[in-house]
């Protein structure tokens, strides 16, 4: 993969805004990128939850299901957003449904939680951005729930 690609995924999470540009390509260059079909699926809810995603092209459609068995409609990503990041940081299953939207292909770039891991060893910023992007997540649930 280009580490261009994995780069613009990185810049686009807040696990690794204020990283050094040479920490910044040391981990993109780890990144895969994978292809999608319009409509095809990323990934379901429910499974494992292991991987970082950033688009690198088209759009993706996050969903979850209600009790009765219903699509619920959450979010549309587009070229240079990223998903996952609670994945990176614990290995849970999916909460979401991710696929591409119906209008276009798409590509993401993937970092894989164990590479991530085994990367930022020695890295402690990361651990803190990690920490106030859980924070930020909890408090929002907390404020949803209010």
Avoid: H, W
């Avoid at 809810?45 to 950033?54: E, I, K, M, T, V």
């Amino acid at each position: 993969m280009t580490t261009r690609a994995g780069r613009m995924m990185l810049q686009g999470s807040p696990l690794f805004r204020g990283l050094p540009t040479a920490t910044l390509d040391r981990i993109a260059a780890l990144a895969a990128q994978r292809a999608y079909r319009r409509g095809e699926i990323v990934f379901s809810s429910g499974d494992a939850g292991d991987a970082l995603f950033g688009v690198v092209s088209g759009r993706i459609r996050i969903s979850t299901g209600n009790a009765d068995g219903r699509e619920i409609f959450l979010n549309i990503m587009e070229p240079g957003d990223t998903f996952g990041e609670i994945a990176l940081l614990r290995n849970q299953a999916r909460t979401a449904t991710i696929r591409a939207s119906a209008d276009a292909d798409m590509r993401v770039a993937v970092l894989q939680r164990n590479t991530f891991l085994t990367a930022v060893t020695g890295y402690p910023a990361s651990a803190v951005a990690g920490k106030e992007v859980v924070t930020a997540r909890l408090m929002a649930d907390a404020e949803r729930r209010q």
